[in-house]
């Protein structure tokens, strides 16, 4: 059996004790692993042993799965129960985030520890919470990672295994046997997968995949860097090789939608260069929302916006309004939720997800909690004014409404009922919610574009702030009462030179905080400036 890459560059380890800790959460196979790990280094004539620290639920703390072995000499070690910082040799992380914790706490060493992680991610709790985008930066923790440890080798291992009909478990022993960092063979990891029993075959293809990418590691990086080169060599010379295809690509449909679309489409070219892209993306949007007369309209807003613009300023107002612009088009309602949720494409992700095959019956079970308002805002505009205008009949009608619902959308019941429900989009103008969001919209696109003459920068803020409004139900009525909230600073900020940078400091005090206490202390901040 040939060497294992990477093997002749590490330390040796005859007569010392090796020390690996795996980072993983419930449902990532991190207990199967270390099973693994033990078993592979007993196969190989070594002595292992293998403890492990339950962490707190909710993604608020891994399970640290502790391995320490050596070779077999005839005398017993002592072993130690959990890793120590900075005295741990390889360390492996099933998700990326879990690396950059494990770098923090200290047990990732420079010129010592071979870190390994999956670089997927999974949201914490803190990051979903969070009313803006509270995702931490991916970038930043690899470039942390490559700092601390002595080799980081580090890709979506989850992928791997989803597409072997695997778990990440088997993905992540490849990568440590494609590592080279421990002295076992191949052969040892293959054999202890298939004294596992079950799954044998899907982990083995899943091990053999995250092997030789691991294997490749170091090819792979010099020719990342070496694309990397060219790309900006391309760039200086202004050349273009990985441009957005234009929003015509890839679109399919019948002979005349087809000639509208296409129409559409040269009108996005017509735009500047710098709007092109975030133009395409958002006309995208509202068509798959609504239909090709929604993205008329769409373009025919963004082009007051175009009309106004600076081109000395790059359009950054336009590029504003294009990307706003949509997402306002674009609310969530009950029809969008329905649609979303009886789509194919739905049913796709959810199996691949959940690691089954087309063949196998899935039970998906979708929960709504409708309220009046919602109820009211899917009836014709009359219909719907008439019930939210008599409390009696709306307090009556919620009673019987505003309780949480349980469909089956695997049951033909369930998923005719959200169909039928998605299929409401085409009489979507001639309702309320649609009449209240379209107002809504006006006055904050005629607020923004009659503060550009004055102050440019403002405009764009002002546009910016529709970031604060989006979910559905209450969610939704939250963030549209922290837009009001933000843009009723305007008044204060009127005439100052830095409104534009308040009125940012604002909004993102809204975005950080969901119960608003950041945004009250801002405000009362402004309240007092002269």
Not at 94 to 120: D, K, N, Q
Not at 197 to 219: C, E, M
Not at 307 to 318: K, T
Not at 435 to 461: C, G, N, T
Request: glycine share 8%; charged share 25%.
């Amino acid at each position: 059996m040939s060497e294992a890459p990477f093997l002749k560059n590490m330390p040796p380890q005859e007569h010392s004790i090796i020390k690996l800790a795996v980072l993983a959460v419930g449902g990532q196979g991190g207990g199967v692993l270390t099973d693994w790990i033990t078993d592979v280094a007993e196969r190989s004539g070594y002595l292992a042993q293998s403890t492990s620290v339950a962490g707190v639920a909710q993604r608020t703390g891994a399970t640290i799965y502790y391995v320490e072995m050596c070779p077999n000499t005839g005398r017993r070690p002592v072993f130690a129960l959990s890793p120590a910082q900075g005295d741990v040799d390889i360390l492996i992380a099933a998700e990326l985030m879990e690396a950059g914790r494990a770098v923090m706490r200290g047990f990732v060493t420079p010129g010592r520890t071979t870190l390994i992680a999956s670089s997927h991610r999974i949201a914490a709790v803190s990051e979903k919470i969070e009313p803006g985008d509270g995702r931490a930066s991916s970038q930043k923790v690899q470039a942390a990672a490559r700092e601390a440890a002595k080799r980081f080798i580090a890709f979506d291992m989850e992928k791997i295994a989803v597409e072997a009909g695997s778990m990440i478990s088997a993905s992540l022993l490849g990568a440590l046997a494609g590592s080279g960092a421990l002295p076992f063979d191949r052969v040892a990891y293959e054999q202890t997968i298939e004294a596992s029993g079950r799954g044998v075959r899907a982990s083995l293809v899943a091990f053999a995949g995250a092997y030789d990418r691991a294997h490749n590691h170091v090819q792979e990086w010099a020719e990342e860097a070496f694309r990397s080169s060219l790309a900006d060599h391309d760039a200086i010379a202004g050349h273009k090789p990985n441009a957005e295809p234009s929003p015509a690509d890839s679109v399919k449909g019948p002979d005349r939608l087809m000639r509208e679309w296409q129409s559409l489409a040269m009108r996005i070219k017509a735009y500047p260069d710098p709007l092109q892209d975030m133009a395409s993306r958002g006309l995208r949007k509202v068509v798959d929302y609504q239909d090709l007369a929604y993205g008329k309209e769409y373009l025919a807003r963004l082009d007051q916006a175009v009309d106004i613009d600076a081109p000395a300023r790059g359009h950054a107002l336009s590029i504003a309004a294009a990307k706003h612009l949509a997402n306002a088009m674009c609310y969530d309602d009950m029809i969008r939720v329905s649609d979303l949720k009886t789509r194919s494409t739905r049913d796709a992700r959810v199996r691949r997800e959940v690691g089954v095959s087309g063949g196998t019956v899935v039970q998906v079970t979708e929960y709504f909690h409708p309220r009046i308002e919602e109820f009211c805002g899917a009836l014709p505009v009359r219909l719907g004014r008439y019930i939210e205008s008599r409390p009696n009949l709306s307090h009556w009608l919620d009673r019987r409404i505003n309780r949480g619902r349980r469909i089956r959308t695997d049951s033909f019941l369930g998923f005719a009922v959200l169909w039928i429900v998605g299929g409401l989009r085409r009489w979507r103008r001639h309702l309320l919610r649609h009449q209240i969001e379209v107002e809504h919209l006006e006055r904050w696109y005629r607020l923004a574009l009659d503060h550009a003459a004055a102050d440019y920068d403002l405009a764009i803020e002002i546009i910016n702030c529709r970031r604060l409004i989006k979910g559905y139900s209450d969610t939704h009525l939250r963030g549209q009462s922290k837009f009001d909230r933000v843009l009723s600073g305007l008044t204060l900020l009127k005439g100052r030179d830095d409104a534009a940078d308040w009125l940012r400091r604002l909004r993102e005090a809204a975005l950080k905080d969901e119960k608003g206490d950041m945004l009250d202390g801002a405000l009362k901040t402004i309240s007092t400036l002269g």
